[in-house]
C-alpha cells in the first residue's frame, strides 16, 4: 500500500487554476522530493492531501484512506511543516513543543532534546519574537521528534541557516533510516539531489519531470570542453552536441544523450584533452524548462 496516492488533483481558486491534473505517489520509506519553483502548486497539492482545503477534482489517499472520508486516523500517522507558520505568541518554544507532544502522543522525548541542541533552538524563548528561521526550527523539532510514519515537509529550510541545512538533511536521513516516508516540497534542487530518493517536478500546476535524481540528471546537458594542439576542428556534425563554441584550439559545447557519438567523434580528431562534467539536478532542470518554455 501506497502511503499517498494523488491521482488526477485539480485545485482551482476562482480563476487561478493552482494545480491541473496531478499524481504522486509516495511509498513507505522513501523520499521524495516534490519540487518547483514558486506558486507551482507544491503547497496547494499538500493541503489538499492534509484535507486542510477541497481538491476541485481528483482522488487523494493517504495510508489508503480517502483523506475526505476516513483521514482523520490516517492523519494522526503524518507530522506536517507548513510553509508558513504561525505560533500562539504568548508561549514559548519549548510550551509549544509540550503541547505538541501531548496531542500527538507518539513523541520521543530524547530525540526531542537532541534535534532541539542539533538545531540550535532556545526552548525558553517566547514564540513572539522568534525569527521566521526559528519558528521553523520549533516546527521541525516537532516534526522529527515524533514517531510519525509521513513526514510531510514544506519548504522546510526557507529562512534557516546554511549551517543547519547540513543538520536538516541529516535529520532526514536519520527519519528514512528508521522507516519514515517524507514528502519534501522544496524549490531547492540542491537539497533535494542531496536527499530525495524520487522527485516529481512540478510547475505551473503540472508535472514536467519525475525520477529518480540520477534519472533527472540524465536527462540534463553535460558540459564539455576539449582542447586540441592546433586550430579545433569543427564538431558542429556530432548528434547531441548543442552550443557549440571554438574558441582558438578549444572547443566548447553542451551535450546530451549517449556518449558514443561524441566519443567517437573526439577520438578520430586527437585532442590533447577532454573534460567532460557530470550534470547536476540543477542543469537538469534548467534543460526540462528550456524544453517546455510556458
Ligand atoms: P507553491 O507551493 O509551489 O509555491 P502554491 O500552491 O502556493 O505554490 O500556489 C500555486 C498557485 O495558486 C499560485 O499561483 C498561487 O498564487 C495560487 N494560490 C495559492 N493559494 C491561493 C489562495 N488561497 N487563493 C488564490 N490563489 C492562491
Known amino acids: 500500500m501506497s502511503i499517498v496516492e494523488i491521482r488526477g488533483l485539480v485545485k482551482d481558486y476562482g480563476k487561478v487554476h493552482a494545480v491541473r491534473g496531478i499524481d504522486l505517489d509516495v511509498e513507505p520509506g522513501e523520499v521524495v522530493g516534490f519540487l518547483g519553483p514558486n506558486g507551482a502548486g507544491k503547497s496547494t497539492t499538500i493541503r489538499c492531501l492534509l484535507d486542510l482545503i477541497r481538491p476541485t477534482a481528483g482522488t487523494l489517499r493517504l495510508f489508503g484512506a480517502d483523506t475526505r472520508k476516513h483521514g482523520v486516523a490516517a492523519r494522526q500517522k503524518v507530522a506536517y511543516v507548513p510553509a508558513e507558520l504561525r505560533l500562539p505568541p504568548r508561549a514559548t518554544a519549548g510550551e509549544l513543543l509540550d503541547v505538541l507532544a501531548r496531542l500527538r502522543g507518539d513523541c520521543d522525548a530524547a530525540r526531542r532534546a537532541d534535534v532541539t541542541a542539533r538545531l540550535g533552538l532556545d526552548p525558553t524563548k517566547p514564540a513572539k519574537g522568534l525569527s521566521t528561521g526559528n519558528r521553523r526550527k520549533v516546527a521541525l523539532v516537532g516534526a522529527f521528534m515524533s514517531r510519525a510514519e509521513l513526514l510531510v515537509l514544506d519548504e522546510p529550510t526557507s529562512g534557516l541557516d546554511p549551517l543547519l541545512q547540513q543538520v536538516f538533511r541529516d535529520l532526514v536521513g536519520e527519519a528514512k533510516g528508521r522507516g ?41 546537458a553535460q558540459r564539455v570542453e576539449a582542447v586540441f594542439g592546433a586550430a579545433a576542428p569543427d564538431l558542429s556534425a556530432v548528434p547531441g552536441l548543442t552550443d557549440l563554441r571554438r574558441d582558438g584550439r578549444r572547443v566548447h559545447a553542451r551535450f546530451t544523450g549517449p556518449p558514443e557519438p561524441l566519443l567517437t567523434a573526439l577520438a578520430a580528431v586527437r585532442p590533447l584533452s577532454v573534460e567532460i562534467a557530470e550534470p547536476d539536478l540543477e542543469d537538469a532542470f534548467r534543460t526540462l524548462y528550456e524544453e517546455q518554455p510556458s
Open 180 to 220: 519514515t516516508a517524507v514528502l519534501l516540497s522544496s524549490h531547492s534542487l540542491a537539497e533535494v539531489q542531496r536527499t530525495a530518493d524520487r522527485a516529481v517536478v512540478l510547475r505551473s500546476g503540472q508535472v514536467v519531470a519525475r525520477g529518480t535524481v540520477d534519472e533527472l540528471r540524465g536527462t540534463a
